[in-house]
């Protein structure tokens, strides 16, 4: 409706258009003259058929032709769709889109002619529409297998040039296609079966879509072969039936037989159904089989089931019967010989053989032949045959006939059947003899006397007594023959016996319901009383007798509570012995019926319609041998709600409907006791309708996706059959006996709304509620392995798409190109080693079999060149130390090597595959400028920045204080001094050893103090000092003892005195001339200096006096020979006289600190040399001093001054500043 409306505004908008082009235009006269107005006609019809050729024709009369011409132009909707000086306008197959309002317009060649417009015609394009139409060649519509079926193809419009098309739903897809409108099976089969439609295509054209017409093809009818007899013997009649089902007629019938190789061979075709065998033999045994055909249809059958007719050649069996039912035969007994052929022939003739003379000894048509009285010369060997013309039997079985002489047995036999026999009993004798003779004589004997002679063969004693005890034996006798005597029997006598009440299923309890029998028996199982007598209750008078009861069974048909009691009987018999004694007495116990329960097979789980549901009748108490059931449906215990039919222990519901609702019961019974049980409790059977549920798996699908929509349906389903419906097919879209429905690879069309059931024989489930399927294109996402990538890295780019597909191919892109870089089923590109080359942009995406996901986001990759940086672990460096260089490149490159370069880079220093460099210990020839780089495989990185590594020495003294020599109880300090270029206290640690094992180690103090000395201080004494680094360096040596107070010690001590006093008055007049050490002028004493002293006698030397609050202090000790200058004083030596002196400043010092001012050591060797200048060693012992001051001075250069040289024998001494040893 709102099509129409929008095609009304559409015309109503060209007519005011046109209007006011026409109000535009204006025609004089003379233009009109020219050519007439246009008119449009439509060829062939202003209405026509999707497909079909249209003319457009514009008429317009030109009347100065030869001036001028015209040009035509077509209009669709106003719009123009061809111009040229054709007047029609020609539209191939038209189509549904060229529909609309058309009209023309002439225009002359001459502008000044003008324009005319033509008449508007509507053009109308209809759809074709299809009809298919199917016909069979019977009248009634049926069609056979072999039938020719024609599918007519009708579409609107007699379409030319159009293709038909013919489907077949069920495989939803092109049966056959043709030119021609009717599809022709010319012998249809059950695999045409199905639902047929039909639509015409030309080029995209198509029709709508035809009917749908089921297409049923039925089964030829089926042929049945019956014989007359399938087991046959040779010359017996056989007729073979052939019926074919339906009521058709005018069949002509085929007749088969199988062969070894299971080929059917024809061997008859007859328009008879019956075929006949008159004779049959061996050779015709077989499996045959039939068929009919005829020229209309159904044009034939199907072949029989193949039946095997079995043809056996006849066999014979001779029977010998005599007149003894052993089978033995003897003299004048009548014997028998029957020969009995398989098959019981008709017309034949027998043939009776005695093996001895191996020829016919009788022959008859009767199958029996006797011999009336036999003798010894009958023994022999006999068989026989059957024989009908040339056809003859198997021979017989041999059968042996023995003629044998008569013999005697003795039988006794009493009234009661245990054979036991009492007083007034009557026993019978009877003499059996062989043959049963007839006119014989038996005699009877007892204790070697004839005791009874008799025609009969059987002797009675009516009433026995204790005395007819004895053995008895008999004879036959008969003229002068006489049989063989019998056997020897003994003649028992026994008194009367007892009787006790028994009951017959004692070994079971008694329920009520059963049938209880009460036995009177004797206790020695005597039998054929005739009369007894029953009680009930303890005691046995007439008051207490059962009357009715007179045998020796008592039956109580149905049990009662009222049967229980005590049960007595007695026994009474016509002969001896006549009564028993009372029996004992019978309690009788009665027992209440087993209890019965219903039990459903699935009680745990909801019941639903079409379940197979099993009530199960279940006997407590572990009862079995129930022979039948009964069930009865309903709350009410009685046979109208008895369910007929249900016998059995369980009562199935193959598919349970709503109509099995309801409460259920059951009984049982048996033949034995107990007879039946209690009645069960009711159980109610429910049932559900099932409900379906559907659910799609994965929950995020996208296209190439394997699809998994599951049917779940309420309960178990085994045999049931899924349907699932989809909105894209708007009908059944698939069906099958799984629940799970699979759809791989999906597509972007199988996108919708589906739903699902259950069926199963006509019952369905719930349809589920519709579950919308989205596919969804992939997208992909294109990821570095790293943010910041070097030159010889590993590069992974990761293309991840959505859903992780499987056995997709993946594309990388590289700069725009217009081919893949790569193409890879891994979804990673790994680019090793990558150099600044492969620097761009990247994307990705993947495919598999058409279908291909979105192209990724572009990504960046930037290679950038590595560089290199070196450090050192340590600041200040000495010689020893551990040094380690790191060599720290971009990136933190594996398995590159790292070169390290000193002093230039022309060859690597050292080249390592780690980034540390260690060198240790290091001595001053490794000082250098070092720089660094790492490669592999031809890329390095840039070199590294310059390091300057600066290795400085170090020197160490050790010193005591006061002397090495050290008395008891003195104090001793050992100090460690060191030297060296740019050395830091702080960074330095002391190590004391004595007997090289460590004693001190101290990063604060370099002295080491011994309070109290005594002789386990003595020994070798050295210090170390160890660097930050790790290097150690150690002194010298010294050797520490303890001093003794000796001679010679004393006479040098007041030797020095001696001179002391001598020297005295030469230093008034040194310090009257030149001013005396000990007073020292005023700079003297500011500069600490010490001038050299000469004494004219040698051996002694006056030093400078020092300010207040100095202490001047002097050890002496025996300085090595050869002493150089510098040299440690603590080797000792014999000869020459040294002295430390050691100025120290008194300071109060706080409580436990020490000086922390740094220590400068001035050192003065005091030599004594006599004016020459000659060495104080060459003419006697010199005598050294060094001078320390322990506190920070002014290093300043000391003057010499020279001793006079006028004066051979004056001694100087020399003060020199000195730090460290030189």
């Not at 003649?491 to 029998?517: F, H, M």
């Not at 002969?575 to 019978?586: E, L």
């Not at 709304?753 to 969804?776: F, P, T």
């Not at 600041?875 to 594996?894: M, S, T, W």
């Amino acid at each position: 409706m709102q099509t129409s409306k929008l095609y009304l505004l559409i015309c109503l908008a060209a007519e005011m258009t046109s209007a006011q082009n026409e109000k535009q235009t204006s025609y004089t006269s003379e233009e009109t003259e020219l050519f007439t107005d246009p008119i449009l006609t439509v060829s062939p019809n202003e209405t026509v058929w999707e497909g079909d050729d249209v003319t457009l024709n514009c008429e317009s009369e030109n009347k100065q032709q030869q001036k001028n011409q015209l040009t035509y132009t077509f209009y669709r909707e106003n719009t123009p769709q061809g111009q040229g000086i054709a007047q029609n306008n020609k539209i191939h197959s038209i189509q549904h889109s060229h529909a609309g309002m058309y009209f023309c317009e002439a225009e002359a060649k001459e502008r000044k002619a003008g324009k005319k417009k033509s008449n508007r015609v509507q053009v109308t394009v209809n759809g074709r529409t299809a009809k298919l139409e199917m016909k069979a060649e019977r009248t009634d519509g049926q069609i056979f297998e072999g039938d020719q079926v024609s599918l007519q193809c009708q579409v609107t419009g007699n379409p030319v040039g159009w293709t038909y098309e013919l489907y077949e739903p069920k495989y939803i897809k092109i049966y056959e296609t043709k030119a021609e409108s009717t599809f022709t099976i010319s012998s249809a089969s059950l695999l045409h079966r199905g639902e047929y439609w039909c639509r015409a295509v030309k080029g995209n054209l198509y029709s709508l879509e035809s009917n749908r017409v089921t297409l049923q093809v039925s089964e030829s009818p089926v042929a049945t072969l019956t014989p007359s007899n399938t087991h046959m013997y040779i010359g017996d009649k056989l007729n073979l039936d052939c019926k074919i089902d339906g009521s058709f007629t005018g069949w002509e019938y085929q007749w088969y037989k199988r062969d070894k190789k299971a080929t059917d061979k024809h061997f008859e075709t007859s328009s008879e159904n019956t075929y006949t065998f008159e004779a049959v033999t061996e050779s015709d045994s077989g499996e045959y089989l039939c068929s009919a055909y005829k020229a209309d249809s159904p044009h034939s059958s199907k072949k029989s089931s193949a039946v095997t007719v079995t043809v056996e050649g006849r066999t014979a069996k001779l029977e010998m019967k005599a007149e003894h039912t052993d089978g033995q035969i003897f003299e004048g007994d009548q014997v028998s010989l029957q020969c009995q052929v398989t098959g019981n022939p008709v017309g034949w003739t027998y043939e009776l053989y005695k093996s001895k003379y191996i020829k016919i000894y009788e022959t008859k048509e009767e199958s029996t032949f006797t011999i009336s009285s036999a003798s010894l010369s009958y023994k022999g060997e006999y068989w026989c045959r059957a024989v009908k013309g040339n056809l003859y039997s198997l021979e017989s079985n041999r059968v042996t006939l023995q003629v044998s002489g008569r013999t005697a047995k003795l039988q006794m036999k009493a009234e009661r059947k245990d054979g036991k026999i009492f007083e007034g009993d009557q026993v019978s004798l009877q003499c059996q003899v062989t043959g049963n003779p007839v006119g014989w004589t038996y005699e009877l004997y007892t204790n070697k006397n004839q005791y009874k002679k008799n025609a009969e063969s059987t002797f009675t004693i009516s009433s026995v007594i204790l005395s007819h005890r004895g053995e008895y034996w008999c004879k036959a006798v008969n003229g002068k023959l006489y049989s063989v005597q019998s056997n020897r029997v003994k003649l028992q006598v026994s008194e009367r016996p007892k009787v006790t009440v028994k009951l017959t299923n004692e070994k079971k309890p008694v329920y009520i319901g059963d049938t209880v029998t009460l036995k009177c028996s004797t206790e020695s199982g005597f039998t054929d009383w005739n009369y007894y007598l029953w009680y009930k209750g303890d005691q046995t008078y007439r008051g207490n007798q059962i009357y009715g009861a007179n045998g020796q069974i008592y039956t109580l048909s149905l049990v009662t509570d009222s049967d229980r009691g005590v049960y007595r009987c007695s026994a009474q018999s016509g002969v001896s012995p006549r009564y028993s004694q009372i029996s004992s007495p019978f309690t009788l116990a009665v027992k209440e019926n087993p209890k019965t329960e219903v039990k459903l097979n699935n009680e745990e789980k909801p019941i639903y319609m079409g379940d197979t549901v099993t009530l199960k009748c279940n006997i407590k108490g572990g009862f079995t041998g129930w022979n039948f059931y009964h069930w009865f449906k309903g709350s009410q215990k009685y046979l109208g709600n008895q369910i007929n039919g249900v016998t059995g222990q369980t009562y199935t519901f193959q598919l349970v409907t709503q109509s099995d609702k309801g409460s259920y019961r059951c009984k049982a019974y048996s033949d034995s006791s107990p007879r039946y049980s209690q009645f069960s409790h009711p159980v109610t059977l429910t049932t559900h309708e099932r409900t379906a549920r559907l659910e799609v798996t994965p929950v995020q699908i996208f296209e190439g996706d394997l699809v998994h929509i599951d049917c779940q349906v309420d309960g178990d389903l085994p045999g049931w059959t899924y349907e699932l419906y989809s909105s894209r097919y708007r009908r059944l879209y698939k069906t099958q006996k799984e629940s799970n429905f699979a759809i791989s690879p999906v597509t972007l069309s199988d996108s919708g709304n589906y739903k699902c059931r259950a069926e199963k024989d006509g019952l369905y489930s719930k349809y589920s509620g519709l579950v919308w399927l989205q596919v969804s294109e992939r997208t992909a996402k294109l990821a570095l392995n790293s943010k910041q990538i070097f030159e010889g890295d590993q590069v992974i780019l990761y293309c991840q798409v959505d859903g992780d597909p499987a056995g997709w191919k993946y594309e990388f892109w590289w700069n725009g190109s217009e081919q893949p870089y790569k193409s890879d089923m891994k979804s990673n590109f790994i680019i090793s080693p990558v150099n600044v080359l492969h620097s761009g942009v990247y994307k990705c995406r993947a495919g598999k079999e058409g279908l291909y996901s979105k192209y990724s986001n572009d990504v960046q990759l930037q290679v950038s060149e590595r560089t290199a940086k070196l450090t050192l672990n340590l600041k200040l460096i000495f010689e020893g130390d551990q040094v380690i260089l790191y060599c720290q490149v971009d990136g933190d490159p594996a398995g590159w090597k790292y070169e390290l370069c000193r002093n230039g880079c022309g060859k690597p220093y050292k080249s390592d595959v780690e980034s540390t460099f260690t060198i240790s210990p290091v001595n001053v020839s490794h000082s250098g400028v070092y720089k660094c780089r790492a490669g592999k495989g031809g890329i390095y990185s840039k070199y590294s920045n310059d390091v300057q590594l600066q290795v400085s020495g170090i020197w160490v003294t050790l010193s005591a204080s006061p002397s090495s020599y050290v008395k008891i109880g003195n104090s001793l300090n050992l100090i460690c001094t060191h030297s060296g270029n740019k050395i830091f206290h702080s960074t330095l640690t002391f190590i004391f050893l004595r007997n090289n094992e460590t004693i001190k180690s101290s990063s604060d103090s370099k002295v080491l103090t011994i309070n109290q000395f005594n002789e386990s201080h003595t020994g070798s004494y050295k210090c170390g000092v160890e660097s930050a680094g790790g290097g150690k360096t150690y002194s010298n040596e010294i050797e520490i003892k303890v001093q003794e107070i000796r001679l010679p010690v004393i006479l040098v001590a007041g030797g020095l005195g001696l001179f002391l006093l001598i020297l005295l008055p030469f230093l008034i007049v040194y310090h009257r001339t030149r001013g005396l050490p000990c007073s020292g002028s005023k700079s003297a004493r500011t500069h600490k200096k010490v001038a050299d002293t000469n004494t004219p006698i040698g051996g002694a030397v006056q030093m400078d006096t020092l300010n207040t609050g100095e202490v001047l202090y002097s050890e002496l000790v025996n300085p090595p020979k050869g002493k150089k200058k510098g040299d440690s004083a603590t080797k000792a030596d014999s000869g020459v006289v040294y002295s430390d002196l050691i100025i120290g400043k008194l300071k109060k010092r706080k409580p436990g600190k020490e000086p922390t001012g740094t220590q400068e050591v001035l050192y003065s060797d005091i030599k004594l040399k006599n004016v020459t200048g000659d060495s104080a060693a060459e003419s006697g012992d010199p005598v050294y001093s060094n001078i320390v001051i322990e506190k920070s001075v002014e290093k300043k250069k000391k003057k010499k001054d020279a001793p006079p040289a006028d004066d051979p024998g004056a001694l100087y001494a020399s003060v020199l500043p000195k730090k460290g040893k030189k």
